[in-house]
């Protein structure tokens, strides 16, 4: 009999128990007091750009000098924060972006800031954005139990969504009232917040025995385990589908406060705090919806939601109409963006977590710029009221299309570190650089069970390609029919320690029901070989 896999679902806490941690409690504020201080450089970069120029495109620049940099730069940045000591990483990156924002204040002051220098200053702070997100959201993790991730991640949404309702009609005003450089100083200073919390968090040190990755090491394990995770792919599929299109709003909204509406940088900051506060009461309805509805279902609705959000903005003229469509676009934006998050970080190992949410930044990210530059082009050459419209449509067509894909979120895998797995015992130890290595696995099936036993394998190649292998293959012996082994290849000793070292619940789960299909007393017989290299004195 194949034993079942064992699954857990989805614990369902209150919305405001990961409160009771100081840590999460205190950078919790802190981030909140920084993402406002982020909504304001927002609301000027924009609003300061359509005084530079009255081009849809350079507009839309802004946005995609943010999206961009993290497009390109969130990869290396989630792998420098799964291997480097990420208190201090962070700190050294608030500090970075703090004097970015503190010399886009100074040129703007002194009149010196042209669209060009705006594009190249606010593509350096999307550069330390790229570096710092994908460790914020693995810090998750470790401020709280694994029971709490899933209120925890609508907390960060909370503070975001608080920030974004609070922020840009803070930065209207700020901007009507003393110009666009107030509020890159007070972005500035908002880093203090971040900074002064993070020297008061002392971080665990890690319980591993292996030394750390390297820089582009890591980043090809964090391609190489996405490769090997289905479930992470459609999750990717279906970030693709929404963000792409719902990039519209966020690239054409100034020229639509400016142009469409009417209003002034008031009227731009309200809508932003609409946003903002529908956002805000989606985080706070979101629990009920958990409760009734699957994530696919989640994640169509809210996308359905934020298409209707666009048509409004592409039809409307009526500035307190405009102000509704946007409450319905942050819930619908709440829904959406929760979802993926709390998904992605449940369906992927501890280890490579970071680098995980890297990638989906990147697509995140990669998905806003590039419809950034296809919206503000169409507005260009046509109409916005034609760009949003198309875009509206587009972002109904393409999530009912990718509805049809599953994210499988009512049974979350334990991805918990078992270390039941002891390093081979060697007379002498292999050097951690040796390599590649070769494992085989020898297994006796019967042949009724040959068939149940190769899907089963199938499972188990995934884990062994995510885990570290370049190579898998199952063979089986021509002679003797019942005899099966399973090849894998790894490019360094290293490497197949920190598959021993990475193990997870769910993974030992596969690997005991590939084993309960062997015939005999003895478990499998597993056997490592080493490239052989002759040592140079003996090669003379």
């Given amino acids: 009999m194949r034993p079942e896999n064992k699954e857990r679902k989805i614990i369902t806490t209150s919305p405001w128990s990961p409160f009771q941690y100081p840590i999460f409690k205190i950078l919790w504020i802190s981030s909140t007091i920084s993402n406002i201080g982020t909504w304001l450089h927002d609301v000027g970069a924009a609003w300061l750009m359509t005084i530079l120029t009255n081009n849809p495109m350079w507009v839309a620049l802004i946005q995609v000098a943010t999206s961009l940099s993290i497009f390109l730069l969130a990869l290396p940045g989630g792998a420098l924060a799964d291997i480097l000591d990420r208190r201090i990483y962070l700190i050294s990156l608030q500090t970075f972006m703090m004097t970015v924002a503190g010399a886009l204040a100074l040129t703007t002051f002194y009149g010196k800031t042209s669209p060009e220098l705006l ?45 974004r309702a609070i922020g840009p009609a803070l930065g209207g005003i700020i901007i009507a009232a003393a110009g666009p450089a107030a509020v890159f100083a007070l972005n500035a200073l908002s880093f203090f917040a971040i900074i002064i919390s993070l020297f008061g968090w002392q971080r665990p040190p890690s319980e591993s025995m292996l030394p750390a990755e390297r820089l582009f090491g890591a980043m090809r394990a964090g391609i190489r385990y996405v490769r090997g995770s289905p479930a992470f ?26 142009s469409t509406l009417h209003s002034g940088p008031m009227g731009y900051g309200v809508l932003f ?24 279902q989640l994640i169509v609705i809210g996308a359905m939601g934020f298409a209707v959000t666009t048509f409004i903005l592409s039809l409307s003229s009526i500035f307190y109409f405009a102000c509704g469509g946007m409450v319905l676009g942050g819930i619908s934006w709440t829904l959406v963006l929760v ?47 034609l760009s949003l419209f198309v875009a509206a449509l587009g972002l109904v067509i393409a999530n009912f299309l990718t509805y049809v894909f599953t994210s499988g979120q009512q049974l979350i895998t334990d991805l918990t570190p078992t270390g039941h797995l002891p390093a081979p015992l060697t007379e002498e130890k292999p050097k951690h650089g040796q390599g590649p290595v070769m494992v085989t696995i020898e297994y006796s099936i019967h042949q009724q069970q040959a068939e149940e036993f190769y899907l089963v394998m199938q499972e188990l190649r995934l884990i062994r390609l995510r885990e570290g292998a370049f190579f898998w293959a199952l063979f089986q012996d021509i002679e003797e029919r019942k005899k099966f082994v399973e ?13 021993h070292e990475r193990i997870a619940v769910t993974d030992r789960d596969i690997q005991q029901k590939a084993s309960a299909y062997h015939q005999g007393k003895n478990p499998p017989r597993t056997t490592h070989f080493v490239a052989f290299d002759m040592p140079k004195k003996k090669r003379l």
């Fill in 339 to 385: 979802t993926l998050t709390t998904l992605i970080q449940q369906v992927v190992s501890a280890w490579v977590r970071a680098r995980a949410l890297a990638i989906f930044l990147a697509v995140f990210f990669g998905g806003m710029a590039m419809g950034s530059i296809l919206w503000g082009w169409i507005a260009s050459h046509f109409t916005i009221s």
């Fill in 487 to 499: 090849c894998f290849m790894v490019e360094s000793w290293l490497d197949h320690l920190r598959q």
């Fill in 119 to 163: 594009l190249f200053l606010t593509f350096f702070l999307g550069i330390g954005a790229a570096l710092s997100t994908p460790t914020w959201l693995a810090l998750m993790s470790e401020l709280v139990p694994s029971t709490e991730l899933p209120p925890a991640v609508t907390l960060v949404s909370l503070s975001i969504n608080l920030s």
């Fill in 273 to 296: 705090a609409c946003f903002g506060s529908g956002a805000v009461l989606g985080t706070v309805i979101l629990p009920k919806f958990r409760e009734k509805l699957i994530c696919d």
């Fill in 233 to 258: 792919q459609t999750l990717l599929l279906k970030s693709s589908a929404f963000f792409i299109f719902a990039s519209s709003v966020w690239a054409l909204l100034p020229l639509v406060a400016r």
